[in-house]
């Protein structure tokens, strides 16, 4: 027999009491579990993918076919093939043994025995078995196994040939040994044919496994075509399991919105409930007013009724009303015609008592000693009325000078005669009158005359706080407090400003910083005297006039190096032209008021030689001014207006419609006795001057038939 086609034995898979299922690969382990197969599902590989061994499906079914093939009997274990081995060495040393015994001369009956013992040794373990396989195999074969087996014989020393006593005890002890080992053979043959009995049981049993386990084999396999299907079925269950998961999925987001959408609509239920307690407490409020209002209603509904009663009764009045307006209307209109006449008539005349007062008319006003000048001996001044003062030289004075008494009296006569102690406001009164000329429409011209340091800027302008305040400003207030007077009555004016200054007969524009413009003086029938590239500045209000009178003055302090000698050397102008128009009467007039602070008045001789030019210059102007107003009043043909710049510049204020009026200021000071009594003397030649003045009314459109 052929060896190596004999099946290894201890290749084969070690039998278990019960027989592990194959490994199938592809079997979802979920199905195998149903079967108790746990360790199969271990085996499977709990790792893999499902879907993995889906596709191995196939594979595993090849497998499981596997199954079908012939599997070793349980008893074929290493135990069982040791107990065999065991049984043929037996057997084998005992043959061995039993012909090497025979080789020598034995015991004839005993040989027999042995003779027997070895042939049935020989049978039994020669005997072939027969392998599920069908190898044939016997257990003398191998030369291996009796090597094992041979046992040790001590070779005894022969004894000689004719010594038979000693060779016959010999033989006698090797047959005893013989018979010994025979004994025992025999017993151990027992054993072995005890052994041969079991394994012929035995091999029954396997015979009945062998025939349980192809049945099984057919469960098996029928089992398996049922996981089979199993699986086609679990293929599909898992396709419905994944639909219906994703479908969970789909119903797990569905679900995770509601309840999104259930806390905000909780939340919104909340501040819906919050809402609602408002409301209802606001709805109670409101119910609570309702019915208030209701009760007020009706309280209002009868109100109504009766006021319905009374609103027809006061319709009946309002008609009667509107006629009565009607003829008060009617009987207005005849009212305002009578104000506007009464108007032209108070203008009318109070012009007529300025007139009546003189178109020029000349002011005095005698400053007071300050403080510092205590030292200064003073005039003595006697105001007799308030129109005449004297004035003469103190006694001390003439004393010291001649020294001889003086009664050298000199008396002034003028339109008003200021004391030291007449106030600004006293002052600014009679001028009042002359400023609402300028709104009638007149030209007004004042101006202010004297030596330096007499008291003309303190007139005109006076100085700060309002008690001190000079003709200037308090003129302004009075135009637009009079402007806001006549607007009510349907009056509109326009108020321009100018400043300018004549210092050695050249004309400075006192708003222009720079003074870049040459400056000319033009005359014109229709218009008056104008100045070309002079700053003439609209104005709204007193504030804004004399925001450019303190602008004006600053400019005028810039240019000279000395601001007090400046101011005293140069002839400062102060022009506002007044435009008044009435719509409703069609009536506009033109006046204006020329301010004018002079320059002082010191004769050439008190003059130091550097200021001889400017003495010059403003004597020549003082003394045109003279000779205009003498010219005027004698009403020559030929007025010099055009021989001095300021005569000139106040061509229109000085001749034809004009008011003019001067004041002549004095120091009351011993040592300006002379030039006081020269500026008195002017102003008396002025105050002699009677010219007549008309005012610029014009009509807008027609002539008022009932003026
Ligand atoms: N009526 C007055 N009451 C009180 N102080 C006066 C009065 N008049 C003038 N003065 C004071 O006399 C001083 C000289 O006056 P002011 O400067 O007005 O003279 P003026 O003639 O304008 O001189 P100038 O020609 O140099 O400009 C000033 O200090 C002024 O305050």
Request: net charge positive; glycine share 4%; hydrophobic share 30%.
């Amino acid at each position: 027999m052929d060896k190596s086609k004999m099946p290894n034995v201890s290749k084969l898979k070690q039998p278990t009491t019960m027989l592990p299922l194959p490994k199938v690969k592809g079997i979802s382990s979920r199905v195998l579990q149903p079967l108790g197969q746990n360790k199969i599902q271990e085996d499977v590989g709990h790792q893999q993918p499902a879907r993995r061994m889906l596709t191995r499906r196939s594979k595993s079914v090849s497998d499981l076919r596997l199954l079908s093939k012939p599997v070793e009997p349980f008893f074929r274990k290493p135990d069982g093939a040791s107990t065999l081995s065991k049984l043929k060495q037996l057997t084998s040393a005992s043959t061995t043994d039993l012909r090497n015994k025979l080789k020598k001369p034995l015991v004839k009956s005993g040989l027999k025995t042995l003779t027997e013992s070895s042939r049935v040794a020989k049978q039994t373990p020669a005997a072939p078995t027969t392998t599920r396989t069908g190898l044939k195999r016997t257990a003398t074969n191998t030369s291996e196994e009796n090597a094992v087996i041979k046992p040790k014989v001590l070779k005894p020393a022969k004894p000689a040939p004719y010594d038979y006593k000693a060779r016959f005890n010999l033989l006698n002890e090797k047959h005893t040994d013989l018979v010994q080992i025979h004994k025992e053979t025999k017993q151990k043959l027992g054993d072995v044919e005890k052994d041969l009995e079991r394994y012929e049981a035995l091999k029954v049993s396997y015979s009945k496994l062998d025939h349980e386990h192809s049945r099984l084999l057919e469960t098996h396999i029928n089992t398996v075509d049922k996981l089979t299907k199993c699986n086609i079925d679990l293929e599909q269950l898992e396709k419905e399991y994944q639909k219906l998961q994703n479908e969970h999925e789909l119903l797990k987001k569905e679900d995770s919105e509601r309840r999104n959408n259930i806390s905000l609509l909780e939340t919104e239920n909340g501040r819906l409930n919050c809402n609602l307690t408002t409301l209802n407490s606001e709805h109670e409020d409101l119910q609570n007013n309702y019915s208030t209002l209701k009760d007020t209603h009706e309280k209002l509904f009868y109100d109504y009724k009766c006021l319905c009663v009374k609103s027809d009764n006061l319709e009946k009045d309002l008609t009667k009303a509107n006629d009565r307006i009607d003829c008060l209307q009617g009987e207005l209109s005849d009212y305002k015609k009578s104000l506007h006449f009464l108007e032209e008539l108070r203008r009318k005349t109070h012009n007529e008592i300025q007139d009546l007062k003189g178109t020029i008319r000349v002011f005095c006003r005698v400053r007071p000693s300050q403080p510092q000048e205590n030292d200064k001996m003073l005039c003595n001044i006697t105001y007799v009325d308030e129109n005449t003062f004297e004035i003469k030289k103190s006694k001390e004075s003439v004393n010291l000078i001649s020294g001889k008494a003086s009664d050298l009296k000199l008396e002034f006569n003028f339109d008003k005669v200021f004391p030291p102690e007449a106030s600004q406001v006293e002052v600014f009164e009679e001028l009042a009158l002359l400023a609402q000329s300028a709104l009638d429409g007149y030209h007004v011209c004042v101006f202010a005359y004297g030596q330096t340091g007499s008291g003309k800027t303190y007139t005109m302008q006076g100085e700060a706080g309002q008690r001190c305040m000079g003709i200037i400003p308090r003129t302004v207030d009075l135009i637009f407090r009079a402007i806001n007077n006549l607007n009510r009555t349907g009056w509109s004016y326009v108020v321009e400003v100018s400043f300018l200054e004549i210092y050695n007969e050249n004309i400075k524009d006192l708003l222009d910083k720079n003074n870049k413009e040459h400056l000319d003086i033009r005359f014109n029938d229709g218009k008056g005297t104008t100045v070309t590239n002079l700053t003439i500045k609209k104005v709204e209000s007193s504030e804004e006039v004399k925001q450019l009178m303190e602008s004006a003055n600053r400019n005028r302090a810039v240019a000279a190096t000395n601001f007090n000698e400046h101011s005293s050397r140069s002839h400062a102008v102060t022009k506002i032209t007044l435009t008044g128009t009435n719509e409703e009467m069609q009536v506009c007039y033109a006046g204006s008021l020329s301010l004018v602070d002079l320059a002082g008045s010191e004769s050439a001789k008190t003059s130091t030689s550097e200021r001889i030019t400017e003495t010059k210059n403003i004597n020549k102007s003082l003394s045109t001014l003279g000779t205009v107003l003498s010219a005027l009043h004698n009403k020559e043909s030929h007025i010099p207006y055009r021989n001095s710049k300021l005569t000139y510049l106040l061509q229109s204020s000085l001749g034809g419609n004009s008011k003019t009026l001067m004041f002549v200021n004095i120091a009351p000071f011993e040592e300006c006795y002379g030039e006081s009594v020269n500026a008195l003397r002017f102003a008396a030649k002025v105050k002699e001057v009677k010219i007549t003045s008309k005012k610029n009314k014009t009509y807008l459109q027609r002539e008022l038939s009932n003026l």
